[in-house]
């Protein structure tokens, strides 16, 4: 795979190759979104009917990649990353109330969506493996985009930051929606695609296309290795420099 080639949609598809971006640890942070523990829980499927089956065994296929690739190489990015300085920031999305009555409008609106987080619960919390560690920053949203209805924004600003490098859930909601944020206010954008998810293979990689080269640049956790000489190692395999 060639991330200067792939991902490319018809807009692109004759556009020269883009240069390596030139990210320094400095002035680029590393945004974790929405691996929460809702997202990664299951229920035994010994116990559900044949309908309940049916979902289930379609969402086996994101469970698969989240468990086996998406969580433990953004995990070998983090530990990476702090080696390295670079800031490392968490976005998750809950409710500040009981009810949800602060939700935004689609996350009311009935279907897959209208998920009630509160913010001190077990669900809302993101995954052990990929938490927060000393002071760095967790926001807490109650929009797909990690800067609309937050502070976001500012604290990238505050900390210098010019360069977000995006990984986590959903590729085609939370993940697209933070990315068009970032970019509608000219920060450059990383999205990794081994680092990222949808709840099906073929959505991830149609929101990718999407987004590639207009709004940002997608790679590997590899490819962000090589260019930043970040030491990367999965499962005890390190594939950067």
Aim: proline letters at 6%; one cysteine or more; hydrophobic letters at 40%.
């Amino acid at each position: 795979m060639n991330w200067k080639t792939d991902f490319r949609s018809i807009y692109y598809a004759g556009a020269p190759e883009p240069d390596d971006p030139r990210l320094s640890p400095a002035d680029t942070a590393l945004l974790v979104i929405d691996i929460q523990n809702t997202y990664l829980e299951r229920p035994d499927r010994a116990r559900l009917d044949p309908a309940e089956r049916a979902a289930y065994d379609a969402w086996t296929p994101f469970h698969d990649r989240m468990n086996h690739q998406v969580i433990p190489r953004t995990a070998a990015l983090l530990s990476a990353a702090r080696a390295a300085g670079i800031e490392c920031l968490f976005a998750r999305i809950a409710c500040h109330t009981d009810d949800g009555r602060d939700r935004s409008l689609s996350q009311k609106l009935p279907g897959w969506n209208n998920l009630l987080l509160p913010k001190h619960g077990k669900p809302s919390q993101l995954v052990p493996e990929l938490s927060p560690v000393g002071d760095e920053i967790e926001i807490t949203k109650t929009t797909d985009s990690a800067l609309t209805g937050t502070n976001l924004r500012l604290i990238l600003h505050n900390l210098g930051i010019r360069n977000v490098i995006c990984t986590g859930i959903f590729t085609d909601q939370c993940v697209s929606s933070t990315v068009r944020s970032l970019a509608d206010e000219s920060f450059g954008v990383i999205v990794l695609e081994d680092c990222c998810a949808a709840g099906s293979d073929d959505l991830h990689r149609k929101e990718l296309e999407i987004i590639n080269m207009i709004y940002c640049h997608v790679m590997t956790s590899t490819d962000l290795a090589r260019i930043m000489g970040l030491k990367l190692s999965v499962d005890g395999v390190s594939p950067g420099p």
